[in-house]
């Protein structure tokens, strides 16, 4: 059975710093593209940053309003995810998910990531002072 | 970035309708279009990706088209657990970006 399982979410001072974990089991975690996509309250979903498989790179990708700020990590001896958030602010409070990126490829056959299936039950962040 | 609008924001529907929601893109995106569906305090799953492919296991009342700027996702035969809120989602540019998504909600 596929299962993405977040946790380390809390409730943090503006400013302050995180760290969230996403722990996986029934998928091959060492060869799979990873994402954090997180949903603001009453709002829509924002994906938040991307990491390549070791065998592709290791590369890491942010969205504008975290680059600098949030860090993606990935342990694959023990099949974990992680997204170490810091100088955190008001504004990134929401439930953050760990999803897989289906990976596809572009006109150049070049490997892209596209959807993301499967998705973990989400961890709340909440930044308040 | 790509822009992705959904329509209408919400809209209220009965068991066994047929229901179509919108979704267009502020540029070209081919056909890279995936749609998900998200239950009160659950996760998204994706239900269909290339616009109109539908990921193993989805019931085939739903349905989806359209390209370049303009997406469709049809639920023909609405059962009681398609109550839910419906995203969709652009992988053509990055960032990869979603609309706002549609609460479809029992009449």
């Known amino acids: 059975e596929v299962q993405l399982v977040e946790s380390g979410g809390g409730l943090v001072k503006p400013g302050g710093s995180l760290k969230v974990s996403c722990k996986t089991s029934?998928?091959?975690?060492?060869?799979?593209?990873m994402s954090w996509v997180r949903q603001a309250p009453g709002t829509g979903l924002q994906w938040v940053a991307h990491?390549?498989?070791?065998?592709?790179?290791?590369?890491?990708d942010y969205a504008a309003s975290v680059k600098g700020r949030f860090t993606i990590s990935r342990d694959d001896s023990q099949n974990t995810l992680y997204l170490e958030m810091s100088s955190l602010k008001t504004e990134d409070t929401a439930v953050y998910y760990c999803a897989a990126d289906h990976v596809s490829f572009d006109d150049l056959f070049k490997k892209k990531e596209a959807w993301f299936d499967p998705w973990g039950q989400g961890t709340q962040v909440t930044v308040s002072s | 970035d790509i822009q992705m609008t959904q329509s209408p924001s919400s809209l209220s529907a009965s068991i066994g309708d047929r229901v179509t929601i919108a979704c267009r893109a502020s540029q070209d995106i081919n056909t890279s279009l995936a749609w998900y569906h998200q239950h009160p305090g659950k996760a998204p799953k994706v239900l269909l990706y290339?616009?109109?492919r539908l990921q193993r296991g989805v019931p085939t009342r739903f349905s989806g088209s359209g390209s370049g700027t303009n997406f469709s996702l049809t639920i023909t035969g609405l059962q009681t657990e398609d109550f839910a809120t419906y995203h969709c989602?652009?992988?053509?540019?990055?960032?990869?970006?979603f609309g706002q998504g549609t609460k479809v909600e029992i009449k």
């Open positions: 989602q652009q992988y053509y540019g990055q960032p990869r970006t």
């Open positions: 029934g998928i091959l975690f060492k060869n799979a593209w």
């Open positions: 290339d616009t109109s």
């Open positions: 990491i390549k498989s070791q065998s592709d790179g290791g590369t890491t």
